[in-house]
């Protein structure tokens, strides 16, 4: 299954729901050029979703780890929500839980940004 990401901003965050594979090819691809195009527009607060994301490989965790080096580069804020077991249980044993903040509320990561 492709990765199929929606856009939408609350209280002036944007939030990017991911659903499917993070994977070698486009799916890595994919997230890596809509963080990217949001920071170009100026957007400075993103919330990746990752509740419907059902697999991600190194690749994609290459991704996640570019895609959170460029927004802080760029003075912007990366967190990341509803990771699955699968996701989860990935950036432990790789220790990348430490380096994101991960929220499991919605309305939790959205306050965190004020």
Request: overall charge neutral; hydrophobic content about 40%; proline content about 0%.
């Amino acid at each position: 299954m492709a990765l199929v990401i929606a856009s939408r901003d609350v209280d002036g965050v944007t939030v990017l729901d991911l659903s499917g594979r993070i994977t070698l090819g486009e799916g890595s691809v994919q997230s890596r050029d809509a963080v990217r195009e949001l920071i170009g527009r100026g957007q400075k607060n993103i919330l990746l979703n990752l509740g419907e994301v059902n697999y991600i490989d190194s690749s994609g965790l290459g991704e996640l780890v570019s895609a959170y080096t460029t927004a802080k580069n760029q003075g912007a804020s990366l967190k990341l929500l509803n990771l699955t077991k699968k996701v989860k249980d990935v950036l432990q044993l790789t220790k990348l839980y430490t380096v994101f903040d991960i929220y499991d509320d919605e309305a939790t990561a959205i306050s965190s940004y004020k």
